[in-house]
């Protein structure tokens, strides 16, 4: 399972929640940390990786009002958002610069 | 008030003077001008130059901030804090702001949350050189977080070719078996990693083994990218004679499947002359920085004098603060989100294919999980 969660402790319900990322580290964690701690309603947003040999991630959310899940799946949206759009304007920096190059020989 | 006005009208002429390549100093300024133009500072400043803005008010914040009666002022002046906080402080030995601002309300009055309009627009792609193995270019308008996400990925989860199983049928020489596998790892290959999908497709129903391979691919054998790499030496009457097999991997596993030489990014550095530095000061002063980032060049009077001409070349070695008579009227910083990448490929994909891929890789990575949460059942 790529992702799965927490279980057993008294802090967890709906709107706090830990998640288990199997095979991910700083990575993803730090980038999905960035987008999700600017959401107004996240009261609280970390990472931390329990230890170098072990390839997983914990990711805690805390929210003032709303679903913990619910957060992250926006976060992930966000961030596969913020990727395709870096992605068109590099591609299309690397197009201008593919047409100053000819220009210039 | 009007002193305030009149100081803050002479830093904004300065400023835009130097920006915009004329090198006088000083103006003469008007006060009924300055109490004109201060209303629409704002306009001025946010769409053209908050840098110019958050320059001219920077002393202002840290001193005067809390003397302010002027509503109008004090708020436009925390508009300012805000792209203030987007730069580090370096000053003699403190350096100011370094805790993230990326949380909203960190600031009075202004709502930083998340916003991917804002974000979009915000963000800037410069490509300053590309050749056939390095990059370099500037990414401007991200966080931290992930402008390293990408370089980690572009380091150890981009898939190439390496030498990974090899059949030694006989080695006489003087280097372990192991030592010369580890050897042959490391050589860079010169194939394109596309080629060789983990998939097969109807494309591939002809696929078999090595010999029809080398015919499909025969546009870009696959081959050492240099001829002249010493593996091992050997003496009289030694051997080696070895089978090798190349296979796809990433980084991650072993850093011979690493795309490029190295990634790394620095950050824009930031040179503000607080006060002017003239005559021999000022060719010490250029003396203090890497080459070409300060120019000595003649003002309105025809003195010579300082002037930032190419922050970007500077590497911040703080030399100006070993020297009393300029560590008060110079401030270094970085400017917080503009990257100025270098992607040194070993040659086998091209540095701006590197870059793109990992752009791929990290949003492949949050539709691997966001699968994962539709399917479960909470």
Known sequence: MPI?????????????RTFIFQGEGHTLGNALRCVISGYPDVEFCAYTVPHPM????????????GRAVDALKRGLEDLVAVSDHILDEFSREKQAFDGRQELST | DDHFLCILMERMLMEMAIQYGQQDSFLEINCELVKHFYKRIEELFMNISPIAGALLLQPFITNHLVDLDDQEIKSISKRFLY???????????DVKFTSS??????????????NLFNFKKNLRVAIG????????????????????????????????MAIEKVWIFNNTSVMPDEVLCHRLGLVPIDADPFEFNYFVTTKDLKWSPAGTQLE?????????????????????????????????????????????????????????????IYGQDAYD???????????????KRGIPEAVVKN??????????????????KVELSRIRDHFIYFIESTGALPPHTIFSSAIEVLSNKCDVFLEALNNLST
């Open chain 2, 311 to 328: 922050p970007r070349m500077d590497t911040l070695s703080r030399e100006v603060f070993r020297h009393p008579k300029y560590a008060k």
């Open chain 1, 4 to 16: 799965t969660q927490l279980l057993g402790t008294k802090d967890t319900n709906d709107s706090c």
């Open chain 2, 101 to 114: 601002s990326d949380f909203p309300r960190s600031i009075d009055g202004i709502d930083d949350s998340w």
């Open chain 2, 129 to 160: 050189r590309l050749d056939r193995l390095d990059m370099e270019f500037d990414l401007v308008g991200v966080d931290a977080a992930i402008a390293n996400a990408f370089r980690r990925i572009c380091l150890v989860e981009i898939p190439t």
């Open chain 2, 285 to 299: 002063f250029q003396k203090c920085f890497s080459e070409g980032v300060i120019d000595v060049i003649k003002n």
């Open chain 2, 83 to 93: 792209y203030f906080k987007l730069r580090f402080g370096e000053n003699d030995a």
């Open chain 2, 216 to 276: 499909d691919l025969a546009s870009r054998p696959p081959r050492p990218l240099h001829d002249d790499i010493v593996l091992l030496k050997l003496a009289p009457n030694q051997e080696v004679d070895v089978q090798m097999f190349c296979l796809k991997g990433i980084g991650k596993t072993h850093a011979k499947w690493s795309p490029v030489a190295t990634c790394s990014y620095r950050l824009l550095p930031e040179i503000i002359i607080k006060e002017p």
């Open chain 1, 54 to 65: 072990e390839h997983s991630m914990h990711f805690r959310i805390q929210m003032k009002k």
